[in-house]
């Protein structure tokens, strides 16, 4: 099994709204991303889970708040989001690096089409 | 990091080889290069990876030069299908890996 599985699809939410998005794998990985994507734009990172652990927040605003309750879940907890948090929220895992670099490929989910109105 | 820098767009007809270059001029000793593909609406997928010199798989070919300051994606014989967004990533072989994309090459295959 090399799938992410990301649920919702799409999310429609409300300014005062509190949603999660969810994310899971089953393939041993122990590092787990958070992205987000704008439209016609690169991936942006937001955070970064290493052994169930938070390891990298890149200056992500608190309204986003990950969680990692086991080696394969990754939630999104979403709360007073603002129109421009609306995107592409891409869940993604992978083998932490090795000296070799090799098996680091990460896998992506299909995504949550986030809209906040 | 080492910032990567890749054409915005290209263009190519069916049954071309397309070869998209990415610049990686401050590369670290133990950084290594992988590609991606996004279509539309869709999560990334991995295309190949490499350290140095030649890497090929079913789908693509990656060549490093020997100053790994660039590296070049080879598509043979591209379909329409191939149609999408190619990302050139750089990162470390050692510690918490940070997947960070660059702008990506839009590529377009015309029939």
């Known amino acids: 099994d090399t799938e992410v599985t990301q649920t919702p699809k799409h999310l429609v939410m409300g300014m005062t709204n509190k949603k999660s998005l969810k994310c899971e794998q089953h393939m041993g990985h122990r590092a787990m991303y958070w992205y987000k994507q704008k439209a016609k734009k690169p991936p942006e990172l937001m955070f970064v889970?290493?052994?169930?652990?938070?390891?990298i927040n890149e200056s992500v605003p608190s309204r986003f708040s990950p969680e990692c309750p086991n080696s394969s879940l990754l939630n999104l907890h979403l709360h007073a989001l603002q129109p421009e948090d609306s995107a592409l929220y891409l869940c993604?895992?992978?083998?932490?690096?090795?000296?070799?670099?090799?098996?680091?490929?990460?896998?992506f989910g299909q995504g949550t089409r986030l809209t906040v109105v | 990091l080492a910032k990567t820098t890749q054409p915005i767009s290209m263009d190519s007809y069916e049954g071309q080889e397309v070869n998209i270059t990415c610049s990686h001029n401050?590369?670290?000793?133990?950084?290594?290069i992988t590609w991606y593909q996004q279509f539309p609406s869709q999560g990334p997928r991995f295309i190949i990876q490499g350290y140095k010199t030649k890497v090929t798989n079913e789908v693509a070919s990656l060549f490093i030069p020997a100053d790994r300051k660039s590296s070049t994606l080879s598509l043979p014989r591209v379909s329409l299908s191939d149609t999408a967004v190619y990302y050139c990533l750089v990162g470390k072989t050692s510690g918490t890996y940070k997947y960070i994309f660059g702008t990506g090459t839009r590529l377009k295959v015309l029939a």
């Open positions: 889970y290493s052994y169930e652990k938070l390891s």
């Open positions: 993604a895992s992978s083998n932490p690096p090795t000296a070799l670099g090799l098996n680091t490929e990460a896998f």
């Open positions: 401050n590369i670290a000793t133990n950084d290594y």
